[in-house]
């Protein structure tokens, strides 16, 4: 089973790929694949709640992830 994918990407990242047509053109080919400008972050939170998995590389989602809602390591 394929599980849908979030692909989250910063407003200037999404206005660059205007100047890659080939790139934007597979990534808006991917059905299973949602595009979306950075969430604000409640939006955000929800997202990483309801996902199966999250891959970042993002240090303060890392950072967020690796402590505990208490601030405590996990």
């Not at 206005?15 to 808006?28: F, G, N, Q, T």
């Not at 996902?51 to 690796?66: R, Y």
Request: net charge positive; proline share 5%.
């Amino acid at each position: 089973q394929l599980l849908p994918v979030v692909l989250s990407m910063h407003p200037r990242t999404m206005a660059r790929l205007a100047s890659y047509p080939a790139v934007r053109a597979r990534l808006d080919a991917l059905t299973a694949v949602q595009q979306y400008t950075t969430p604000d972050y409640i939006d955000f939170i929800h997202l990483e709640h309801q996902a199966a998995l999250v891959i970042t590389d993002s240090g303060i989602t890392q950072q967020k992830k690796k402590k505990g809602r208490g601030g405590e390591e996990e």
